[in-house]
């Protein structure tokens, strides 16, 4: 199982009092424990991304978008009918700019502008119920729990707690929400800005996996009229790689398609290493795509950089030490032909990369090195 932090066994033990939330929330929308939520939806959401879902990302970081109107059309959810933060959620979801972690942040400030609480202590609560919700709508989702975490944190670290007017405070607490909101969906865009000084003209850049934020990254380079070529893992079993090559070539970036199995092989052209990540630990390594760690161990055998881009929603007080004690993320993985039932199949979707085999993260915080993590997620969760 993960190991916690200090800070998280301290905050557990404040709340051992009170029963827990998560397990009073369990229902309908509670998914089963054989695979991960995530992957069961995987396919029906990359089904809708296309070429264009990054200039809507942009839109939303220019401060007009559709999630104005959006917002807007929740703020009489609670009158018109029963408010449910998990429907909010799966509304979000069906932007394909938005990451799941984003989605939260926005169901949770609807939770805010729908409640009719009228006291602090009781919006407080509500608030704490909405996101167990969502935290145990896919307990194997670390960019969902930190997202959700986060947002609690910053919303009620503030002043308004001592407003002797509720609606002030209310108010208060909503604008925190929605700034929140707003930062984190410009994350992806100030992390492609960072990342450019590191990308120079005739370099070959290995990816793997579909990373939205990797995408952004090299759509700007683009723009920027560097010239480079990209190297996609096929990303087996859910062809993700196959899809981001598809992506890139829209762009007309040059790129080639790489059998997972063919890394080692194809590293002697590789300039450096670009990944997303699922979650970002305490120790500075990252948990992401299955595969990831076997491409660091062989990009550092051969002394070629790996750069991490993650959003800084993704920072999680998680502390793996090796790979088998992560909690598992199953999903489904077809063959092509009849397995024997004998026959045992590893299903686990993502793995363990230790910080040693990481050169850099880029983040909306920063461009930090993995030994920064730890200091980092402690400002976020103070």
């Known amino acids: 199982m993960w190991r916690r932090s200090p800070s998280f066994i301290l905050d557990e033990r404040r709340s051992s009092n009170s029963p827990p939330m998560a397990d009073t929330t369990r229902g309908p929308f509670q998914n089963p424990d054989s695979i991960s939520a995530y992957y069961q939806t995987r396919a029906a959401h990359h089904g809708v991304i296309t070429s264009d879902w990054l200039a809507?990302?942009?839109?939303?970081?220019?401060?007009?978008?559709?999630?104005?109107?959006?917002?807007?059309?929740?703020?009489?959810?609670g009158n018109e009918k029963s408010f449910n933060v998990?429907?909010?959620?799966?509304?979000?979801?069906?932007?394909?700019?938005?990451?799941?972690a984003v989605a939260a942040i926005r169901a949770l400030a609807a939770v805010i502008r729908a409640s009719e609480a009228s006291t602090m202590m009781e919006l407080e609560i509500e608030l704490k119920k909405a996101s167990d919700t969502l935290k145990s709508w896919d307990k194997t989702s670390?960019?969902?729990?930190?997202?959700?975490?986060?947002?609690?944190?910053?919303?009620?670290?503030?002043?308004?707690?001592?407003?002797?007017?509720?609606?002030?405070?209310?108010?208060?607490?909503?604008?925190?929400?929605?700034?929140?909101?707003?930062?984190?969906?410009?994350?992806?865009?100030?992390?492609?800005?960072?990342?450019?000084?590191?990308?120079?003209?005739?370099?070959?850049?290995?990816?793997?996996?579909?990373?939205?934020?990797?995408?952004?990254?090299?759509?700007?380079?683009?723009?920027?009229?560097?010239?480079?070529?990209?190297?996609c893992t096929e990303g087996r079993p859910d062809g993700t790689g196959v899809l981001l090559s598809s992506e890139l070539s829209k762009l007309d970036i040059p790129v080639k398609l790489?059998?997972?199995?063919?890394?080692?092989?194809s590293m002697d052209e590789v300039d450096m290493v670009f990944v997303g990540a699922d979650g970002v630990v305490e120790s500075g390594g990252i948990i992401n795509m299955m595969g990831t760690y076997q491409i660091a161990l062989v990009a550092h055998s051969m002394n070629k950089p790996v750069y991490v881009a993650a959003e800084s929603y993704k920072f999680a007080r998680l502390y793996?030490?090796?790979q088998k004690d992560m909690a598992p993320a199953l999903r489904p993985i077809e063959f092509g032909v009849k397995i024997p039932t004998k026959v045992e199949v590893e299903r686990s979707a993502r793995d363990y990369t230790p910080p040693q085999y990481l050169t850099l993260l880029f983040t909306d915080l920063g461009v930090l090195s993995p030994s920064v993590v730890s200091d980092e997620l402690i400002q976020l969760y103070l």
């Open 86 to 100: 998990i429907e909010e959620f799966n509304n979000w979801r069906k932007q394909p700019d938005l990451a799941e």
């Open 142 to 231: 670390i960019s969902l729990t930190a997202g959700c975490d986060l947002f609690i944190r910053y919303v009620t670290r503030t002043s308004a707690l001592e407003y002797e007017d509720f609606n002030s405070a209310k108010s208060r607490l909503l604008e925190r929400a929605e700034k929140f909101g707003e930062i984190s969906c410009k994350a992806r865009r100030i992390i492609a800005m960072l990342s450019q000084d590191f990308i120079f003209d005739g370099c070959t850049i290995l990816v793997h996996g579909l990373s939205r934020v990797v995408l952004e990254i090299l759509k700007t380079a683009a723009q920027n009229n560097k010239l480079f070529r990209v190297l």
């Open 56 to 77: 809507q990302a942009q839109a939303a970081v220019g401060g007009v978008s559709g999630d104005a109107q959006h917002d807007l059309s929740v703020t009489d959810l």
């Open 320 to 322: 793996p030490l090796d």
């Open 258 to 265: 790489l059998l997972d199995s063919a890394v080692a092989y």
